[in-house]
């Protein structure tokens, strides 16, 4: 599907260069492939690294796209669109990575009739294998949903949501590495603290979780059955469930994603 498109990128940081990544793994030719990025050491290394076409201005990048990727921080959103406004006309797909920005809100922007699908990944896009969860604007089709999916779906997962729920998206999937590096680092402590090495620590601690999120995703049973059959009667591990319970692990997890969630609500001015 991704054939003869052209795909303009706005902004090269990271997760653009994990989508670039991304694309050209799974064929997409670097030819294809325009990004507007104002650090010329970036557009530098992007067009070294990744043999794709890099220039300074958006307006070109955009002019010259057929399919748009907003890739660029939301407190720059106001200024940044306005530039672009002249070069985006409604044929164009725009898809927006930006945290907290609405579909609305970059629909007011630019062009009337304009197609705005808004995407939220998460830092292991990085390595191919986001949480990535996409919704509609007002305008977009059936035909670029499945176009946004066939893009990120090269950097991991892709789910179908409400513009609604894409603050929830945002507390849950896009803070949650976080918070899963923070349990792993408490974790590893924990072996350290009862006497492993650092580098043994950290590597059973890493597979332990690696593992543990496989068997979910592979098996397909809830976690809470997943728990129920590696807790045995009198064991050590309900005697670790039991502590984490009593310092209200499930509700700590929850109140976070309530926080995150809360607060990109904020960001985004509601």
């Known amino acids: 599907m991704l054939t003869n498109h052209n795909i303009g990128f706005i902004g090269g940081g990271n997760m653009a260069e994990a989508i670039i990544k991304g694309l050209l793994a799974g064929g997409v030719t670097p030819d294809s492939i325009t990004v507007a990025e104002p650090l010329q050491s970036r557009r530098e290394f992007l067009a070294s690294r990744y043999a794709v076409a890099a220039s300074e201005s958006c307006q070109n990048v955009a002019g010259n ?34 945290a907290g920005i609405s579909t609305g809100f970059i629909e007011e922007h630019l062009s009337s009739g304009l197609r705005v699908v808004r995407v939220m990944p998460n830092a292991a896009a990085l390595i191919q294998a986001a949480a990535t969860a996409i919704c509609p604007g007002k305008k977009a089709a059936e035909k670029d949903l499945e176009m946004t ?7 991991g997962t ?3 949501t409400s513009e609604k729920l894409m603050d929830a998206v945002t507390g849950l999937s896009g803070s949650g590495p976080a918070y899963v590096f923070g349990f792993i680092e408490a974790l590893s402590d924990a072996g350290v603290k009862n006497g492993l090495a650092r580098d043994v620590s950290l590597a ?15 098996t397909g049973e809830h976690p809470a059955l997943l ?23 499930h509700g700590l997890v929850m109140d976070a994603v309530d926080s995150a969630c809360n607060r990109s609500k904020e960001l985004s001015g509601k």
């Open 158 to 160: 892709v789910v179908t």
């Open 204 to 218: 059973l601690s890493v597979q332990t979780v690696l593992g543990a999120a496989r068997m979910v995703s592979e």
């Open 65 to 98: 796209a057929d399919i748009i990727i907003l890739a660029i921080k939301p407190q720059v959103a106001d200024s940044v669109l306005s530039d672009l406004a002249p070069a985006i006309s409604s044929e164009k797909l725009v898809i927006s990575i930006m």
């Open 227 to 249: 728990k129920e059959k590696v807790t045995s009667p009198g064991g050590t591990t309900i005697a670790g469930l039991h502590t984490l319970e009593n310092g209200r692990f």
């Open 149 to 155: 999916r066939e893009i990120f779906s090269r950097v």
